[in-house]
């Protein structure tokens, strides 16, 4: 792996920007304190950590994430089914009039937009779906311990 960095100004005797390759893998190897500090392993940082530590911080994750999406989740459940119920009775109380008809062409109108966009995005998320498998494969450990907190987050 190489990186560019630019030389100094003393390096720019002519006009154009030169740069000098800094390839980082010697760097490495001659810097003790990037290996302390990273790690010789490239794989991902938690597979430094046990079996137990994965499994607790995949749990702790997850559990936030669950508590959160709970919380969010019955907020966002009642803001709209308050915003429907007022809906309904400003126009039973005839404050609101409706076209039915209109709302009816405009929904049909959507539908077909989002056919023609789901179409469109399917290989985008065939693709997201399998970057998401593969990276569950790689952490297998961390992302059960994530699901089993999600789940006890949301019981919470």
């Not at 079996?51 to 907020?75: D, R, Y």
């Not at 290989?123 to 952490?139: C, D, G, M, V």
Request: charged share 25%.
């Amino acid at each position: 792996m190489a990186a560019r960095r630019p030389r100094s100004a003393s390096d720019h005797d002519s006009e154009d920007d030169s740069y000098e390759v800094l390839d980082l893998t010697e760097y490495t190897r001659r810097h003790h304190w990037w290996n302390r500090l990273f790690g010789r392993s490239s794989g991902p940082i938690v597979e430094k950590y046990s079996v137990a530590t994965q499994i607790v911080m995949g749990g702790v994750t997850g559990w936030c994430a669950g508590f959160l999406f709970q919380k969010v989740g019955k907020l966002a459940a009642t803001a709209v089914g308050g915003g429907f119920l007022l809906l309904q009775i400003a126009s039973h109380s005839g404050y609101v009039q409706v076209d039915w008809k209109r709302v009816e062409k405009d929904v049909n109108k959507a539908k077909k937009q989002l056919k023609k966009r789901a179409n469109k995005a399917a290989p985008e998320i065939n693709t997201l779906i399998e970057e998401s498998t593969e990276f569950i494969k790689q952490n297998i450990v961390v992302s059960s311990g994530f699901v089993g907190g999600f789940l006890l987050g949301l019981a919470s």
